[in-house]
Nanobody
Framework: QVHLVESGGRLVQAGGSLRLSCAAS?????????????MGWFRQAPGKERELVAA????????YHADSVKGRFTISRDNVKNTMYLQMNSLKPEDTAVYYC???????????????????WGQGTQVTVSS
């Protein structure tokens, strides 16, 4: 079974930076490990639906960033450390949310963008940006 643990969330002032980490262990039901699986970062603010922030394919060569974070956030991964990262710069109050990492388990070329495609989720880490 896959186990995903996010860390790095905290209270930060607007304009500041944070780096979130997602440590992965275990394998999917079909036997896939982190190093051969597409991954994504999502966020959910109070009263809002969960939304995709950034995603990347299994080797990190192809990435997707939502328009709302493009140029400010960067998704990356270290397949040796089984860890995914989200570098967040120029944070805004509207970035306040619980951030989740998720694993799709596929080894495709393109990042996976649909929430329903992700089978494994972490417990989330709170990011609060004060104005």
């Amino acid at each position: 079974q896959v186990h995903l643990v996010e860390s790095g969330g905290r209270l930060v002032q607007a304009g500041g930076s944070l780096r979130l980490s997602c440590a992965a262990s275990g394998r999917t039901a079909s036997g896939r490990a982190f190093s051969v699986s597409a991954m994504g970062w999502f966020r959910q603010a109070p009263g809002k639906e969960r939304e995709l922030v950034a995603a990347m394919n299994w080797n990190g060569l192809n990435t997707y960033h939502a328009d709302s974070v493009k140029g400010r956030f960067t998704i990356s991964r270290d397949n040796v450390k089984n860890t995914m990262y989200l570098q967040m710069n120029s944070l805004k109050p509207e970035d306040t949310a619980v951030y989740y990492c998720a694993m799709d388990g596929s080894q495709g070329i393109t990042p996976v963008q649909a929430v329903v495609e992700y089978d494994y989720w972490g417990q989330g880490t709170q990011v609060t940006v004060s104005s």
